[in-house]
């Protein structure tokens, strides 16, 4: 059973840095591609973040650019995502999904909550 | 970037049949995927590639796509099936790989 499990989220100031971790389990981590999704509170989802099965290719979105890092470690199964400079409009629940070529993210995880509160 | 547009919002009458649409310029080079999103609750997966459902989705959910419109039909709507329902695809721009939909609310009244 294919199961993506976040943590790391929670409540941090303005300017300040969270790092999210996305733990995989039932399916061969190395061969998929692998998306970052948020969510705001009562908002719809926006892509954040891509990754490919390698970590060779990757890409933000520009909301994020230059301030959040995404990085795997295919030997522990882990997906990352670091996030500096954190604004308040960065609060949303943080889902990591798995990427197939056809489907698209076709397995999500359950999500973390960031919230950038002063 | 590209956008994909949903309606914000639809109803439908218990078993009857409601068709969610989604525009966009990156949907006359890709497929859309769908996901149906319940309060509190991860996307699921409803539709992929052409009209594929994933293992467990009812085939009560099925789509199309037509130019730059991408549509999820769901035939005999149950009361189960109210939620957000999002629209996905490949980003033609070319600077960011996805793009969601903006999302509709669907009602089952």
Known sequence: EVQLVESGGGLVQPGGSLRLSC???G??????????????PGKGLEWVSYISSSGSTIYYADSVKGR??????????SLY??????????????????????????YWGQGTLVTVSS | SS?????????????????ITCQGDSLRSYYASWYQQKPGQAPVLVIYGKNNRPSGIPDRFSGSSSGNTASLTITGAQAEDEADYYCNSRDSSGNHPWV?????KVTVL
């Open chain 1, 23 to 25: 733990a995989a389990s």
């Open chain 1, 27 to 40: 399916f061969t981590f190395s061969s998929y591609e692998m998306n970052w999704v948020r969510q705001a």
């Open chain 1, 68 to 77: 959040f890092t995404i990085s795997r470690d295919n030997a522990k199964n």
């Open chain 1, 81 to 106: 995502l670091q996030m500096n400079s954190l604004r308040a409009e960065d609060t949303a629940v943080y889902y990591c999904a798995r990427v197939d070529r056809v489907a698209g993210s076709d």
């Open chain 2, 3 to 19: 956008e994909l547009t949903q309606d914000p919002a639809v109803s439908v009458a218990l078993g009857q049949t409601v068709r």
């Open chain 2, 100 to 104: 969601f939909g903006t999302g509709t």
